[in-house]
């Protein structure tokens, strides 16, 4: 066998291999989906979506899990988008290459790894006990907008660096200051970017169900939030309270609930993708 | 020449250790057109920059001498360097507009300045695109995106967003040579339009473009200014052989 055919051989292989690496993750996430489907499908209604929780599973519905981690997001964002992304602007835009900068840098990467659990801890000592929150909504928010600040920040600064220089020289050029460069051309043009951060955040945070158990979301809240300061409860915190139960039907519940957060984040990472590819039609330097 | 209203005296620039600018010592006179020319890497765009600090943003860059701007030394502690810009505006290599309709590219100037009557930014933005010889192809569509326009319209937009502003210098760095043919020799109409109440200091790669435009001429030689005067003079009789080698394209 020649040389170049073994090399084409090898080729072949890694190909073959590639693809069957590929249709593993495929397969079994349709598996699961799949499954899911037929466990839970027959179970949504608006009756599901709209009921409180109650003992009897067929009555038992979602309304204070979606509505808790609809509180829980909206205030999440409200928190991290602007602390993230004023972040994100100073480090790319002022912080220069000083050790002080490097350090925050070296921090903020590091934050992004720490376990989510760590970050529940954190939110219990600080918001639910020194400032007093207690087992709130905006406590179980303050919480997750550490958790997901690094992300935002990280996507932030990556949008702010597409910005060619030759824009803000532009800017520079007609008599603009800094700020009114950052706030007039680099900011609008890299919003594309910053919003896909941010959503790829909130769906991240909606999965979220370590830190919100630590800072006291509950299994069983009979009624849904209607102030930041109420408790709550969120979806996966609720599925896995189905799931927990031996009758058979609430892990037909389980299942239903599983679909409608599965559907909860497909939708927003679809909004995200969507939202790149318009950006990046739009923007073609 | 006495009137004058850029110049320069005794500057040398440094990038890092590189000594990119040697003292040069040159004036630069109103309401005419001055070519730099000199081979690539000369030196040419960093001097252009010395006039509206836009290497300010180098961290590599350092300077000394002074430049004054009528008199007044544009690099002195307490010159606001937006307030400079205002009066020289700048028109770069390749057409930068912002990602923004045709209008807001143009407005961009006054609505950093504070300026909020519409009409009267309505009224300048037209006037600038007018001077700009861009009104009559772009007026139907203000709102269009800048970034959908040709190369050509885009510079000349470019040149009508500087001229918003009304500055008395206008820079430009080799504004046409990411043009083709005949939106170049559009570019090179307005610049003859634009003489008569602007100083133009204009960077070229391009021997008739300098001729056919300029009244003075600099060559510019590996950060030297080797000689400079009237373009005509320049161009017909050279005192240097340099300069007359250059000129000719025997090297470049
Ligand atoms: N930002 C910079 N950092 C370091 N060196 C630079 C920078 N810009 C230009 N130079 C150097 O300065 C010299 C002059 O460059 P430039 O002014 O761009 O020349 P020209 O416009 O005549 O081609 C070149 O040797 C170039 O490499
Ligand atoms: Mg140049």
Known sequence: MTNSRKNRLKDKGFEYLGVACSLFGLVVLAIFIGDILADGLSRIDWDFLKSLPSRKPEKAGIFTAWTGSLWILVFTTIIAFPLAVSAGIYLEEYGGNGRWSSLLEVNISNLAGVPSIIYGLLGLEIFVRIFKMGNSVLAGAFALALLILPIIIVATREAIRTVPPSIRAASYALGATKWQTIWNQVLPASMGGIFTGVILAISRAVGETAPLIIVGALAYVPFAPSSPMDEFTVMPIQIFNWVSRPQHGFTVNAAAAIIILLLITFVMNGIAVYLRNKWQKKINW | ?252
């Open chain 2, 1 to 252: 020449m006495d009137n004058h209203i850029l110049e320069s005296k005794s500057v040398n620039v440094y990038y890092d250790d590189m000594h990119a600018l040697k003292n040069i010592s040159m004036k630069v006179e109103a309401n005419s057109v001055t070519a730099l020319i000199g081979p690539s890497g000369c030196g040419k765009s960093t001097f252009l920059r010395v006039f509206n600090r836009m290497n300010d943003y180098i961290e590599a860059f350092r300077m000394d001498g002074e430049v004054l701007m009528e008199g007044k030394n544009i690099y002195h502690k307490k010159m606001q360097v937006d307030e400079l810009r205002k009066s020289i505006g700048m028109v770069f290599q390749k057409p930068n507009p912002f990602p923004k309709s045709i209008f807001e590219n143009v407005a961009y100037g006054l609505k950093i300045q504070g300026i909020k009557d519409k009409e009267f930014i309505q009224n300048r933005v037209e006037k600038s695109l007018q001077q700009a010889a861009l009104w009559d192809e772009v007026k139907s569509d203000l709102n269009k995106s800048a970034l959908a326009l040709s190369g050509g319209q885009q510079q000349r937009l470019c040149i009508a967003r500087a001229l918003a502003v009304e500055p008395r210098v206008l820079l430009m760095d080799e504004p046409t040579s990411a043009l083709d043919p005949i939106s170049t020799a559009k570019v090179e109409e307005l610049i003859n339009e634009l003489k008569q109440n602007y100083t133009i200091v204009i960077v070229t790669h391009n021997m008739q473009q300098a001729s056919r435009l300029s009244d003075y001429t600099a060559f510019f030689y590996m950060g030297d200014l080797i000689e400079f005067g009237k373009t005509e003079e320049i161009f017909r009789n050279p005192k240097v052989e340099r300069t007359q080698n250059y000129i000719t394209g025997r090297f470049g």
